[in-house]
Every structure is written in structure tokens, then in C-alpha cells.
């Protein structure tokens, strides 16, 4: 404390630097850190573990976070990070010499993982439940790099990986600087089409109001606040009308946020608000398998069996996506009087999922009661949408159909099996039986 206050002093007399003189806290606290056993053991780790993540040395990643997470430090630690900024900003400010050479930020090994498109980096930090939409921290000349690690991501497997993880698409880093964006509009910035439409298709946002965003991240004591001050909850911005019409409910419901969405409900939300494409809130949970979400806009009396624009349910939507399970789809049908085998959109929910070629979530409709020999519009069956033999056969056996019947005296079991094993190799679903059974 008494170094501190003579620093001030100093700086007071325009003699910052002056450390003959006096004692620096500066420099006492530089040289307690580099000789401090703890802190040069973190230094080696991070250096190691980012030279790491950098090369995309899975294993040696995994084991370093395996022998560090122990108590040494935390898989969300930032460390530095330099950039260029090759805008074209830059070239005005080169023309001015007033070009800044490099920017710098702090973060996290999650960020460097998705840079360099290291997906199995990635699936290992996931591993040791590294923070999806921790944010870099930058100065005040570098606000553009402080954002999560789904900014960084340039190409459509690692955004789908970060997707898949639940990572919020529809997070604004800042309010009140360049970076008030969400992630589909800084991709559109870059003119990266491809990766904008993959985030359309998960429902991804422009940045609308501060409520949307406060919802979207399950802030519920920030969305409470804005509904007791009156705020309407069906707002869809402040200046004009989102793009896509969404309300906060919607942004609430894609990231499963249960709790804000009974907020919201229960200061009035419209539970059946459709937005530009037609689709509820209640189609968007189901788009993303938000199961609580579901169940909450349900007990508010949502509609199961509303069509969107394309004449799909949610069910429809959920089954298309390939995300939706067992657990979500039984709320869904036990809800109301959907028809887990009614084709409302031409095609039932298990032909969407078997021309897509979702084979988890033709095997949850399955086990939900949906029928493998249900015809569509068209007069074709479900089983016969399925893009490959190897799917078909699972889907045979999951549902308990059968290609071949093979029956055999106990003698010849062995070579009864043997048979059976090498016609399944083929996918070919075949039912072994002693004789005395048929």
C-alpha cells in the first residue's frame, strides 16, 4: 500500500519512473510473479496448452487440461492473443500514418481452438465444459475482437460444432459500439453467405433491443426488471421491425432459456406470436430440442398443431432438423391432438427425419409410435425414404420389421447364426427361430 501511494506521489510530480529513488509496487509485484513457483508452472501450462490448441494436437491438449483442471488453473483462463486488422479502415489510416500495426486481445484456448478450425480441440475443451460464450477481453482500440468464440469461427464444421453445443448465436457483445451485432450479421459483414445461412437456419437473429438479447442470454432477473418498468413483452424493436418479426419470447425459446420464457409468459407474452416465417415460439423450441422450453409454452396453452408457412408443426420442424428426441417429442403428441403420423406438410415427421437422414431422431419418433409403413402425399413410405441401406436396417430393427425369417433344428444353431450374421452384414434385418416356433 505504501508503494502504491508513493507511486502516486510520483506521478502527482511528473515522476513516474524515477525507481532509484523510490520503491515501485510495479515492479515488486513483476518480480514476486516471476519468481513465484505457481505462477511460472501457469505460465509453462498456458504456453504449452496454447502452442497446443494451436497446432491441433488433440492429446496433448486432452492430457494437459486432464493434469492441469486438478487445481492448477481453469480451461477458461485468457491469455494473449495478437491480430491484424486488414479492413478497409486500415488503408485510411495508413494513408493518415496513423495505421495501428497489431491489435491484441485476451483469450481463451476455445478461441484459438476455433481460429484454427481445430475440431477436435474444440470437442476436447468441451470435454472439461470450457465456456462457449466466454468473450475475449481487448482495450479500447480493439473492441472488435471482444467477442465469444462463434465470431471466430470461419468455416461450416466449426460453426456447426459450437451450434451443436448449444453456443448462444444470438449473444450481442456490446451495446453501443461496432460490435452491437449478433454473429449472423458480422458474417454478412465478411460476406461469408454460406455460414449466414447456416445461422438462418437455426434461427439466428439481427440484433433487435437489449430485452431480446437479455432473454436470448436467460438473464431473467434483467428481463423481469424490463417487464415490471413496463416494457412490452411482444416488443420487436425500439426504431423498427426486425427483419424476421421475432419477439423476445421467440430469441428465449431457440436457447431454451426456461425460466425467462415463464417470465415472459407470465407478464403476457402472445404464446402463439408467429414471425416472418410463420413459426411460434413453441416451432423453435422444438427446431433446437429445448425440452423445458416446450413444456413451458405447452402449459401456456401454445398451439402443438400450428402450421408455419410451409405447413409444418412443430414436430415437423423438430423432425427436419434432426434434433429433436424422445423426451420432447412425447410432450408434443401427449399435448394435444397431434398425429405423430399425420402428414400435415405432405410428409410425416419420420419421412422428413429419414430424407434428411436423422437417424437418432427417426429412431425417437419410433419409440414414440410413429409407423414405418405410413404413407405421405406422394404414396411412398416411410421406410422407403431412407437414404441408405445402412439406415433402413436400423430402422427395420428398431421397429421390429423383418426381411428374412431363418428357422433352424437346436443342432444347427451355430450354423443358423452364422447365416443370420452374414446376411445382416448386408443389412439385410432377418429373425432367427427354432423350428418348434414357427
Same mark, same amino acid.
Given at each position: ?27 515488486? $509485484? ?23 490448441? @494451436? $497446432? ?10 486432464? /493434469? ?11 491469455? @494473449? ?61 480493439? @473492441? ?11 468455416? +461450416?464444421?466449426?460453426? /456447426? ?20 451485432? *449478433?454473429?449472423?450479421?458480422? /458474417?454478412?459483414?465478411?460476406?461469408? %453467405?454460406?455460414?449466414? +445461412? ?16 437479455? !432473454? ?40 431454451? $432459456? ?21 413459426? *411460434? ?9 429445448? %425440452?423445458?422450453?416446450?413444456? !413451458? ?45 399425420? !402428414? ?14 436423422? @437417424?437418432? !431422431? ?14 405421405? +402425399?406422394?404414396? $411412398? ?49 432377418? /429373425? ?7
Amino acid at each position: 500500500v505504501f508503494d502504491r501511494f508513493r507511486t502516486h506521489q510520483k506521478q502527482q510530480l511528473g515522476a513516474p519512473n524515477e525507481l532509484e529513488h523510490v520503491g515501485s509496487w510495479k515492479f515488486r $509485484r513483476w518480480i514476486s510473479g516471476l519468481m513465484g513457483k505457481k505462477a511460472k508452472t501457469t505460465s509453462e501450462f498456458r504456453a504449452n496448452l496454447y502452442a497446443s490448441v @494451436k $497446432r491441433g494436437q488433440v492429446i496433448e491438449v486432452q492430457a494437459l487440461l486432464a /493434469n492441469a483442471l486438478e487445481g492448477l488453473t481453469s480451461e477458461n483462463f485468457l491469455d @494473449k492473443m495478437g491480430g491484424v486488422d486488414m479492413g478497409i479502415g486500415s488503408v485510411y489510416q495508413w494513408l493518415w500514418r496513423r495505421h495501428n500495426r497489431g491489435k491484441y486481445a485476451l483469450v481463451s484456448p476455445l478461441h484459438v481452438a476455433v481460429s484454427h478450425g481445430h475440431v477436435e480441440c474444440i470437442h476436447a475443451l468441451r470435454q472439461y465444459q470450457a465456456n462457449l460464450d466466454i468473450v475475449a477481453t481487448t482495450d479500447i482500440f480493439s @473492441k472488435e475482437l471482444a467477442v465469444p468464440p462463434l465470431f471466430y469461427a470461419d468455416s +461450416r464444421d466449426t460453426m /456447426n460444432v459450437l451450434l451443436e453445443y448449444g453456443a448462444n448465436h444470438l449473444m450481442v457483445p456490446s451495446f453501443g459500439t461496432a460490435m452491437t451485432t *449478433t454473429v449472423l450479421q458480422h /458474417n454478412l459483414f465478411l460476406d461469408r %453467405v454460406g455460414l449466414a +445461412r447456416l445461422l438462418e437456419d437455426h434461427g439466428c437473429d439481427y440484433a433487435l433491443t437489449p430485452l431480446h438479447a437479455l !432473454a436470448a442470454a436467460g438473464d431473467v432477473a434483467a428481463v423481469q426488471y424490463y417487464m415490471k418498468n413496463g416494457v412490452d413483452p411482444d416488443m420487436l424493436g425500439e426504431y423498427y421491425v426486425g427483419l424476421n418479426q421475432r419477439t423476445p419470447l421467440h430469441w428465449a425459446a431457440v436457447m431454451g $432459456r426456461t425460466r425467462v420464457v415463464e417470465a415472459l409468459l407470465l407478464h403476457r407474452a402472445t404464446v402463439d406470436f408467429t414471425d416472418r416465417m410463420g413459426r *411460434t415460439p413453441l416451432h423453435w423450441a422444438a427446431r433446437h430440442n429445448q %425440452v423445458g422450453a416446450i413444456n !413451458a409454452l405447452l402449459s401456456s396453452h401454445a398451439n402443438p398443431i400450428c402450421l408455419d408457412d410451409s405447413n409444418m408443426t412443430p414436430l415437423d420442424v423438430g423432425s427436419h432438423s434432426g434434433t429433436l428426441r424422445e423426451p420432447a417429442i412425447r410432450s408434443l403428441v401427449s399435448w394435444g391432438s397431434l398425429d405423430i403420423n399425420g !402428414a400435415y406438410c405432405g410428409d410425416t415427421p419420420l419421412h422428413l427425419a429419414l430424407k434428411q437422414g436423422h @437417424k437418432e !431422431a427417426a429412431l425417437a419418433l419410433i419409440a414414440c409410435g410413429a409407423d414405418i409403413y405410413q404413407t405421405n +402425399r406422394d404414396g $411412398r413410405r416411410a421406410i422407403d425414404c431412407c437414404i441408405s441401406a445402412e439406415l433402413q436396417y436400423s430402422i427395420k430393427k428398431a421397429s421390429g420389421s423383418v426381411d428374412v425369417y431363418i428357422s433352424y433344428d437346436p443342432p444347427y444353431y451355430a450354423f443358423a447364426k452364422a447365416v443370420c450374421d452374414s446376411v445382416e452384414t448386408n443389412f439385410i434385418s432377418v /429373425n432367427l427361430r427354432p423350428v418348434l416356433e414357427t
